[in-house]
């Protein structure tokens, strides 16, 4: 996924990746996740994804991410909770019309889960404002998926 921008959405339907977008207070949150292939391991429950973020300023303030929140919850119910300064070792600033990208990963112990969090943005007011992310889906193209 390296030097792919994803935040074209064109990019995303030609690849076929699917996306979960979330806009709260002018500020829209989309991730991409993709399940790596290459660096699970099934047969050891060991099953890893990459998620592609992409932040977008729509709103009149320059913003800056402060802080994360993850919750992320595996096949069984069992959860993790991962808190943090930043993302990827950055608290970007975010100018109004501007987009910050960055990719993460995680792994689980079932072929699928879930995951959702929050990002601490601080406004130009000084005022901390909460955003959530949408929850996405973490699904193995190798399980087999029951529909109720």
């Known amino acids: 996924m390296k030097g792919v921008r994803f935040c074209s959405k064109d990019l995303c339907e030609l690849a076929q990746v699917p996306s979960y977008s979330k806009t709260t207070n002018g500020i829209n949150i989309t991730v991409y996740p993709s399940y790596l292939d290459e660096q699970s391991s099934p047969a050891n429950n060991h099953f890893l994804w990459a998620y592609h973020v992409c932040i977008e300023n729509k709103g009149r303030q320059t913003i800056q ?56 943005m601080e406004l130009e007011t000084g005022e901390i404002l909460i955003v959530p992310v949408p929850t996405f889906s973490l699904d193995s193209p190798h399980q087999n998926i029951v529909l109720n």
């Not at 402060?66 to 975010?94: A, F, K």
């Not at 100018?95 to 995680?106: C, I, N, R, V, W």
Request: charge should be negative; avoid cysteine; hydrophobic fraction near 30%.
């Open 65 to 120: 991410l402060r802080s994360r929140h993850w919750r992320v919850i595996d096949s069984l119910g069992r959860t993790q909770d991962i808190h943090g300064g930043g993302v990827v070792g950055e608290q970007p600033i975010i100018d109004p019309g501007d987009t910050f990208e960055y990719t993460s990963g995680t792994p689980l112990v079932t072929p699928s889960g879930v995951m959702v969090g929050s990002y601490h």
